[in-house]
């Protein structure tokens, strides 16, 4: 996976990573662990803002014919 990552946050990812002896990626790897393990009834991480969530898809009609 690749994913743009601002350059002050990369160096936050850093100092966090190279303090706990590990590469960016593991540290990257560890935080969605943690991120999957807490999750509300929608599927969001408790910590996500309730102002960025997306609406529900909206639900497919079944064919009638």
Known sequence: ???????DEVE???KFATRAGIS???YVDLLL???QAEVDEDGYPTWFPVHL???EPP????LTG
Request: proline share 13%; aromatic share 4%.
């Open 1 to 7: 996976m690749r994913a743009w990552v601002h350059p």
């Open 12 to 14: 936050k990812a850093d």
């Open 24 to 26: 960016r990626g593991v």
């Open 33 to 35: 662990e943690h991120a």
């Open 53 to 55: 969530r997306q609406p």
């Open 59 to 62: 639900q497919e009609l079944p």
